[in-house]
């Protein structure tokens, strides 16, 4: 029996289920290159279909925790979900060393839901490589798309070039609070969730000194940060929380930010996928042309830029 293949095509990838898009997106992290693929990747990124959450925050604060308890609320209200849990990488065989697959209590046999591991790897963004790639496909499949991070810090803050909606997650009591207010990490997050909540007073406090920070800065495009005490153990201020996420995408569709919010991110991709392979020399040769207007696909523009580049830099670095 030949070995079956991965996607070639957004109705094939929909039609064949969970295995049609592990199988692609192991194609894509073997091959990046690949035309076919690259083509699919194109389709996809055109053919949007739902929005993107991504989940921040220090380890051990609780994300994993709370991606859970929010795969089991979204599926409960008959909205499909597929996860990107970005692990640290191992020194030894490079991929994913916690696997988040094996915390998250899904069924195997649940099609509207899919949990990929990715490895960090010797990125410093909080993200994987195949992180854009795997987001725009699973974009194009389901209505909610979830990414936990490694962990954020100041250098940490990738997760903005990927997300509609960025939760930025606190834990009580660890002075994580007054830690990002000073490192500049406020200025990331859509919604802040102060998780553990059921710690009580340390958690109404870390809330007062997340909500006295972002009192001092102004509204971001007309948005104001909310700062929500929730927790995975008794399922206290989930709702809220859904609402808030139900908010901040209507706010971007009424103010017209979401299209171009997508476009600046698929710019940044470019951008990053240039300096990625060619450095700061190939950054110099392309100039303006990461630029994107509405309708182009990032991923043709990478292999165009690609194509230009390769035949530009194909001799020495000149001597300066």
Known sequence: MKPRQAATSLGDLKAGGKGSLAR??????ADPGNRVLTALLDDAYNNPLGRVIGLTGPPGVGKSTLTNVLIRRWRAAGHSVGVLAVDPSSRI???????????????????????????ARDRLGGLSELTVAAMVLMRAIYDRVLIETVGIGQSESDIVAVADTVVFCVQPGSGDSLQFMKSGIM???????????????????????????????????????????????????????????????????????????????????????????????????????????????????????????????????PIS
């Not at 692609?24 to 992290?29: D, G, N």
């Not at 991929?95 to 899919?114: I, K, Q």
């Open 187 to 317: 200025e990331i997050p859509d919604i802040i969730a102060v998780t553990k909540s059921d710690m009580g007073r340390v958690a109404e406090r870390a809330r007062a000194d997340v909500e006295g920070a972002l009192s001092l800065g102004p509204a971001n495009g007309g948005w104001r940060v909310p700062v929500l005490c929730v927790s995975a153990n008794d399922d206290s201020g989930l709702e809220a929380f859904d609402q808030a996420l139900d908010a901040h995408w209507d706010h971007l569709a009424a103010k017209g930010q979401l299209a171009p919010r997508r476009l600046r991110q698929a710019g940044e991709w470019v951008r990053d996928f240039v300096l990625y392979n060619y450095g700061t020399r190939g950054l110099r040769q392309i100039a303006s042309a990461s630029a994107l207007n509405a309708g182009e696909s990032p991923f043709a523009r990478q292999r165009e830029i690609a194509i230009m580049l390769d035949a530009r830099l194909s001799g020495p670095p």
């Open 24 to 29: 692609t997106l192991s194609a894509i992290e």
């Open 93 to 119: 065989s490079g991929g994913a060393l916690l696997g988040d697959r094996t915390r998250f209590d899904t069924d195997p046999a649940d099609s509207g839901v899919f949990v990929r591991s990715l490895a």
